[in-house]
């Protein structure tokens, strides 16, 4: 598929699709507000659409100086704007975040401004809830305050838990919230050292120590709008690398391989200056099976249908996507009609999902249902959808794994909140006529938001293969 027949914005409603809707920004603030301003700039009158925010560019990666504004003030909004209810919701009076240098807590990346590479030494983040007014308090003991987010609470880092003990005592919380979970990975960033260390400070007060586990998950997938905002354009970075890779600038048929595009996207990633979080890849199918691969990957040739599995970080957000791609043999204008039928399929399993994935609803009843109709309509799916957002694999209900498909354990069950970011990532196996009826694996991945009103594609799906000559 071209980009331009990648939708830039499309609006998931009960399986249908149409222009998104505005929605009001409601928790922007002005200094958020006046650094995007900075940064906007103009794209061509076709390509927008009604905006909360002014647009950040459409195609070009911001300098880390462009960066460090949006993400402190995106993380300050986050600090006044949704912990408090979150805390709350989990019924917790104090939630206390310890991180070591270079072996930071999951959570700990999620509040940390871009000049923050890791933890200082040790760093312990307390937050203390003291109502409606005067809210949260955010508290630094040690001697950083992280750009201005934490008041500091100052102590040598050799007595960084005496100033804790000091701080507890004095404010006398009832439940008090760390990092460590059986069975969610980002709420588990506590190491057993610093455990003991705390529950030994703590004395008496260790006895209100609890899992905050459910205030980790909610924290990082609760979403603003201006981090939707800010998403789509993170998206529409990743995905131009992918219309890039898949096109003649790259591959050359009966000369390019497999190896040659993966590491190509993988060196374009460096040299843009983003992130990753896992190695690309690039398959190859084609009429007679899955080929063998050389010593230096599989010959790219025509009549090959192509997926690539490809993510980036930037703007301290992680992306996840699976497209394809189909190289024109001589004559074709297009993708042969049971390999569109394959993608169309796809395309189904992915609405299916979205329509079973409901708030309030589970990952667990989600993924069953979606099975069951799918199955129902004739396909042969599989299901494995996942969170994202401040991780690739986020914080947040899975519908289904790989290797679950009839429901994941304990975390399966957890519901689905608006504002989240999900990837949609699934398959199906679809038989294609031209090629003798053999059986095709059809793979996609492509990260939406499920808000109080449905679903919304952070910037398109693909619908239509990416074409190379």
């Known amino acids: 598929m071209h980009q331009s027949t990648l939708p830039r914005r499309s609006h998931h409603r009960n399986g249908h699709e149409g222009p998104r809707r505005s929605r009001p920004a409601g928790f922007a603030r002005a200094s958020l507000a006046a650094a995007l301003l900075l940064l906007a700039v103009a794209v061509p009158a076709a390509a927008q659409l009604p905006r909360s925010e002014p647009t950040l560019p459409t195609n070009r990666v911001l300098t880390h100086r462009e960066q460090a504004p949006l993400v402190r003030a995106r993380i300050e909004q986050r600090?006044?704007?949704?912990?408090?209810?979150?805390?709350?919701r989990a019924g917790l009076d104090m939630w206390i975040i310890i991180s070591r240098e270079?072996?930071?807590?999951?959570?700990?990346r999620s509040m940390a401004p871009l000049?923050?590479?890791s933890s200082r030494r040790r760093t312990i983040l307390v937050f203390h809830d003291q109502g409606e007014s005067p809210g949260v308090d955010r508290i630094s003991v040690g001697r950083f305050d992280y750009d201005g987010l934490f008041e500091v609470h100052r102590t040598h880092n050799d007595s960084q838990f005496v100033g804790l003990r000091e701080l507890v005592e004095a404010r006398d919380p009832e439940r008090i919230g760390v990092n460590v979970s059986t069975s969610w990975n980002h709420?588990?960033?506590?190491?057993h050292q610093q455990y003991e260390h705390l529950m030994e400070a703590l004395g008496p007060y260790g006895e209100r120590v609890e899992s905050a586990e459910m205030l980790a998950v909610g924290w990082l997938e609760a979403k603003l709008p201006i981090e939707t905002e800010q998403y789509r354009h993170v998206m529409r970075i990743a995905h131009q690398v992918i219309a890039e890779a898949f096109s003649n600038k790259v591959i050359v048929p009966g000369v390019t391989t497999n190896e040659d595009v993966r590491w190509y996207m993988?060196?374009?990633v460096v040299e843009m200056g983003l992130g990753k979080w896992f190695h690309p890849s690039v398959n190859v199918q084609r009429h007679g099976g899955t080929p063998e691969a050389g010593p230096h990957g599989t010959v790219i040739l025509p009549g090959d249908m192509l997926h690539t599995d490809f993510g980036i970080v930037y703007l301290g957000l992680s992306t996840d996507t699976q497209h394809n791609a189909y190289v024109l043999r001589p004559g074709e204008?297009?993708?042969?009609?049971?390999?569109?039928?394959?993608?169309?399929?796809?395309?189904?399993?992915?609405?299916?999902?979205?329509?079973?994935?409901?708030?309030?609803?589970?990952?667990?009843?989600a993924l069953a249902a979606a099975l069951a109709q799918a199955r129902a309509e004739g396909m042969n799916p599989s299901i494995y959808c996942h969170a994202i957002g401040y991780h690739g694999h986020a914080a947040g209900p899975p519908i289904g794994m790989t290797d679950y498909q009839t429901g994941v354990p304990v975390r399966g069950d957890y519901v689905f909140h608006p504002d989240t970011w999900h990837s949609i990532e699934l398959n199906v196996r679809h038989?294609?006529?031209?090629?003798?009826?053999?059986?095709?694996?059809?793979?996609?991945?492509?990260?939406?938001?499920?808000?109080?009103?449905g679903w919304d594609w952070i910037d398109g799906r693909q619908t239509e293969f990416y074409l190379i000559r």
Do not use: S
Not at 79 to 88: I, K
Not at 102 to 108: H, M, Q, R
Not at 436 to 452: T, Y
């Open 115 to 117: 000049t923050t590479y």
């Open 102 to 108: 270079y072996n930071d807590d999951p959570v700990f």
């Open 333 to 365: 204008t297009d993708a042969p009609e049971g390999l569109k039928a394959g993608l169309a399929a796809a395309n189904r399993l992915q609405d299916l999902t979205m329509e079973h994935a409901r708030i309030g609803g589970t990952g667990n009843e």
């Open 187 to 191: 709420a588990d960033g506590l190491t």
């Open 431 to 453: 038989p294609v006529p031209e090629w003798g009826g053999q059986e095709v694996r059809f793979a996609l991945e492509e990260d939406a938001a499920i808000l109080e009103d």
């Open 266 to 268: 993988r060196q374009r």
């Open 79 to 88: 600090f006044d704007e949704l912990l408090p209810d979150l805390m709350r």
